[in-house]
Nanobody
Framework: VQLQASGGGLVQAGASLRLSCAAS????????MGWFRQAPGKERDFVAV????????LYADSVKGRFTISRDNVKNTVYLEMNSLKPEDTAVYYC????????????????WGQGTLVTVSS
């Protein structure tokens, strides 16, 4: 599976962004899909994950209630809708694919996209 993330940019605090991650191949629906982020000088942190069918999701406490993960198995795309953005959300955001359901640890994931930069100014 090849993953291509997009949608990042520079926004002010309180704004919204929607990230997309397009997957190649016909096996997209067999993978749980996750979003992670990595701020400069910090480790890669879990943000959200959605299971293969889209029926179950998990979120990091720091984004719960502000971010929404969704997927379209026809378009082979996973989305991350980010609302009420804060400066601390600034990071490179990565999408990843995993055959295990709802994993939150980066090491569990099999495939990674290249990342898209989100910068939130105060």
């Amino acid at each position: 599976v090849q993953l291509q993330a997009s949608g990042g940019g520079l926004v002010q605090a309180g704004a919204s962004l929607r990230l997309s991650c397009a997957a190649s191949g016909r096996s997209f629906s067999t993978y749980a899909m996750g979003w992670f982020r990595q701020a400069p000088g910090k480790e890669r942190d879990f943000v959200a994950v959605i299971d293969r069918s889209g029926g179950n999701t998990l979120y990091a406490d720091s984004v719960k209630g502000r971010f929404t993960i969704s997927r379209d198995n026809v378009k082979n795309t996973v989305y991350l809708e980010m609302n009420s953005l804060k400066p601390e959300d600034t990071a490179v955001y990565y999408c990843a694919a995993d055959r295990s359901p709802l994993a939150t640890v980066p090491a569990e994931y099999d495939y990674w996209g290249q990342g898209t930069l989100v910068t939130v100014s105060s």
